[in-house]
Antibody, heavy 124, light 107 residues
Framework: EVQLVESGGGFVQPGRSLRLSCEGY????????MHWVRQVPGKGLEWVSG????????GYADSVKGRFTVSRDNAKGSLYLHMSSLTPEDTAVYYC?????????????????WGQGSLVTVSS | DIKLTQSPSSLSASVGDRVTITCRAS??????LNWFQQKPGKAPTFLIY???GLQSGVPSRFSGSGSGTDFTLTITGLQSEDFATYFC?????????FGQGTRLEIK
């Protein structure tokens, strides 16, 4: 059974940084692209970032470009999102999502399994 | 960015009903349209890929159709566990984008 377990969320002040982690279980993590998607509670979904199986392909939403950095460690089966210069608009539940494809190309991206989410609250 | 507009934003239906949710894209996305279901407090689950492909394990009462800019998700014979919020999502081009969601409630 595929499981994605996020950690690292919490309360942070504006302008500070935070790193989210996600561990994948039940599948060969190194063979699949991965994504981060966020959701303001009670609102819609926003794709944040994606990374190919070998980290060669990476993409970001304009809203986080230059502030967020995605990375992965296939040996540890882990995905990361380093978030800096956080603002209240970054407050959301952040989901770690598995892709059905190894590459980070839109037309192959199927977000087939989601973690339970990690809440990030940015407030003074 | 490609904008996806779902309609209606919410609807009420009864167990056994047939319901249809529409998703319209701001430009041609061929068949690169997926559908998700989300229940309160839970992560989304993957229902439909490529506009009409049924994800493994998803009941056959769910179906999708469409291409280009207009797509539909149909649930035939609503079950109690189907009352949830449904999102469409395009993977034609980066950034991946989602519709605003359709909340399906019990009448």
């Amino acid at each position: 059974e595929v499981q994605l377990v996020e950690s690292g969320g919490g309360f942070v002040q504006p302008g500070r940084s935070l790193r989210l982690s996600c561990e994948g279980y039940g599948f060969t993590f190194a063979e699949f692209a991965m994504h981060w998607v966020r959701q303001v509670p009670g609102k819609g979904l926003e794709w944040v970032s994606g990374i190919s199986w070998n980290s060669a392909g990476i993409g970001y939403a304009d809203s986080v470009k230059g502030r967020f950095t995605v990375s992965r460690d296939n040996a540890k089966g882990s995905l990361y999102l380093h978030m800096s210069s956080l603002t209240p608009e970054d407050t959301a539940v952040y989901y770690c999502v598995k892709d059905s494809s190894p590459v980070f190309i839109a037309v192959t991206a199927s977000l087939d399994f989601w973690g339970q989410g990690s809440l990030v609250t940015v407030s003074s | 960015d490609i904008k996806l507009t779902q309609s209606p934003s919410s609807l009420s239906a009864s167990v056994g009903d047939r319901v249809t949710i529409t998703c319209r894209a701001s430009q041609n996305i061929n068949s690169y349209l997926n559908w998700f279901q989300q229940k309160p407090g839970k992560a989304p689950t993957f229902l439909i890929y490529g506009a009409s492909g049924l994800q493994s394990g998803v009941p056959s009462r769910f179906s999708g159709s469409g291409s280009g800019t207009d797509f539909t998700l149909t649930i035939t014979g609503l079950q109690s566990e189907d009352f949830a919020t449904y999102f469409c999502q395009q993977n034609f081009i980066i950034p991946i984008t989602f519709g605003q969601g359709t909340r399906l409630e019990i009448k």
